[in-house]
């Protein structure tokens, strides 16, 4: 056993700390996504990460076939974040403290909500003393949060642990892919523990088990937001887990439960400590959104002195009263959502909604068992226009789903044309094991049609994108700092249009003579000056804070 192998390198990253893997098969099926965070310094160049071909590209792709609406992103191959470097409180236990830190490694798979669990689990370490550490070698053992939504997340994820064994030895698993242990047993009969999504708590106690925790009062401080993994600005607010829906092609529902709303105070109270650590962008997750609150009939409870329920609507509301960016994803298009257009034409939140058509033929999506499939989506697409006419609306498509025809194929690239859908993504159907899917008695489609019709409908959606950004060329707008690109001289930033890691950026020309203003996390207005298929150019206008 070598010990040796950094989990930096498996993100790609070159600093030391936390490596952190995304692979997004997630409810909207929509992001083969891969987030490795931000740095102090700008990353360099990768030292051969092991699963980033596969899980980003290759993989993902081969798989799912996905594609967006964008270029290969260059922010997605950020660099890892010293935990030690971004938290002086960590820094100084580190510096000298006594007692001797308990590191535990770790590796997130997944989509945000994966993320979001790792965060949860990570906070609880931390605040119990336990350091995250930079190296296989370092680690005591390695946590593994999975992903197990389609076939090669599954080889993803199967891969990684044999990783983590290999590096390190002791290895407990969780997410997704826990929830069908056998599997995993089944290659590696060694891993210490096997847990579901959610199960935080278990994971801590197999943490405590074969890593018992060294209490150190200095180790015990957390910051008041978490351990985040994402870049501090901006972070994901799960509130829901879990989705009462039963869509033929996916198998979410039975690896993860129904759903299971978190009580509107505890998201509030989370939101809102979030936003008091600095974070300037709050993105809600969940596999269902639209839904939330149905599971808990809607239950109020007080927050800063008013009841709240625990409804879709009123929970943006309250959101968006903390004076930060709300962007709202997983989102279905029900009448309800109609009134959280309001609140985006008051500029309470985002005017952006990601919403997973999936399809538009209705015989397919009553093959697929859609939500909210009988819903006329052109007539709400074009009301919520007239009433937010900047809202950006981003959405993900499978083609080729088992008895897909020509037909249904062309009125979904009408329904597109129509719809002038901002950010669009796109899988080829390919079936995953236990989904509901596979007994359709309906012809597959050959792979070969699959990959026309997916080059087709993203070369539609590329000259939509495109036409729409050209529309934004003299228009000013305020727009979040991402990254600084010393060497191109471009702060690379993103307008309310843009989801991090999934959609396009603003990029800032000169952001040498600005320095002192253009910095990562800041909000600035900027004028725009090109446009490209998926990203715009900008020149600085004046800093907001
Ligand atoms: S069943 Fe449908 S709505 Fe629910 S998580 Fe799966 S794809 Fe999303």
């Not at 030292?47 to 609406?69: C, D, I, M, V």
């Not at 997973?356 to 859609?370: C, D, E, T």
């Not at 008895?403 to 859908?421: C, I, K, N, S, Y």
């Amino acid at each position: 056993m070598t010990h040796s192998k950094s989990l930096s390198d498996r993100a790609g990253g070159s600093l030391a700390g936390i490596a952190v893997l995304e692979g997004s098969f997630a409810c909207a099926k929509s992001q083969i996504l891969r987030v490795e965070f931000d740095s102090a310094k700008p990353a360099e160049p990768s030292r051969g990460f092991p699963l980033a071909t596969p899980l980003s590209a290759a993989k993902g792709q081969k798989a799912g076939r996905l594609e967006y609406n964008r270029r290969p992103s260059r922010h997605r191959r950020n660099s890892v974040k010293s935990v030690k470097r971004k938290s002086p409180k960590v820094g100084f236990v580190s510096l000298g403290c006594p007692k001797a830190l308990v590191d535990s490694g770790f590796v997130s798979l997944g989509c945000p909500k994966a993320l979001v669990d790792s965060e949860r689990i990570l906070t609880r370490l931390r605040a119990e003393g336990y350091e995250v550490a930079p190296s296989y070698s370092a680690a005591d053992l390695v946590v593994v949060n999975t992903c197990g939504f389609i076939d090669a997340a599954v080889d993803e994820s199967l891969d990684a642990i044999g990783e983590a064994l290999a590096e390190n030895g002791k290895v407990i698993v969780t997410g997704c892919l826990g929830a069908q242990p056998q599997k995993i047993l089944d290659r590696h009969p060694q891993v210490l523990k096997i847990t579901g999504p959610q199960r935080y708590e278990e994971v801590v106690a197999a943490v405590h088990q074969y890593l018992p925790p060294k209490h150190e009062p200095f180790v015990d401080l957390v910051p008041e937001q978490g351990i985040k993994l994402t870049p501090r600005h901006y972070a994901y607010l799960k509130i829901s887990e879990g989705c009462n829906h039963r869509c033929s092609f996916c198998i979410i529902p039975s690896m993860r439960g129904d759903l299971v709303s978190r009580p509107v105070g505890e998201v509030l109270r989370e939101a809102e400590q979030l936003a008091r650590a600095g974070v300037k962008e709050i993105l809600v997750i969940s596999q269902d959104t639209s839904a939330y609150g149905v599971d808990l009939k809607y239950a109020a409870q007080p927050w800063r002195d008013v009841q709240r329920r625990a409804r879709f609507y009123d929970l943006a509301a309250a959101l968006g009263e903390l004076g930060v960016w709300i962007r709202l994803h997983y989102v279905y298009p029900y009448p309800h959502v109609d009134q959280v257009i309001e609140l985006m034409a008051a500029g309470k939140v985002l005017p952006y909604l990601d919403i997973p058509f999936q399809h538009a033929s209705a015989r397919i999506l009553k093959l697929m068992k859609r939500p909210a499939a009988a819903e006329n989506t052109l007539e709400r697409i074009a009301a919520w226009r007239r009433v937010v006419p900047d809202i950006t609306i981003r959405s993900t498509f499978i083609v080729g789903f088992p008895g897909e025809t020509e037909q249904d194929f062309e009125e979904l690239l009408d329904w597109l044309r129509v719809a002038q859908l901002d950010r669009v993504g796109c899988f080829e159907y390919s079936p995953v094991e236990g989904a509901a899917a596979n007994a359709l008695k309906q012809a597959p489609v050959p792979p070969e049609l699959k990959a026309e019709r997916r080059a087709r409908f993203m070369e539609a959606a590329a000259e939509i994108s495109a036409r729409r950004l050209r529309q934004k060329i003299g228009r000013k707008m305020p727009v979040l700092i991402d990254r600084i690109d010393r060497d191109a001289d471009v702060a690379v930033a993103r307008s309310a249009s843009d989801a991090p890691e999934i959609d396009g950026t603003v990029r800032i020309a000169a952001a040498g003579s600005a320095a002192s203003i253009l910095k990562v996390g800041s909000l600035v207005d900027v004028e725009i000056t090109g446009a490209g298929d998926y990203d715009l150019e900008a020149r600085l206008i004046a800093p907001i804070h």
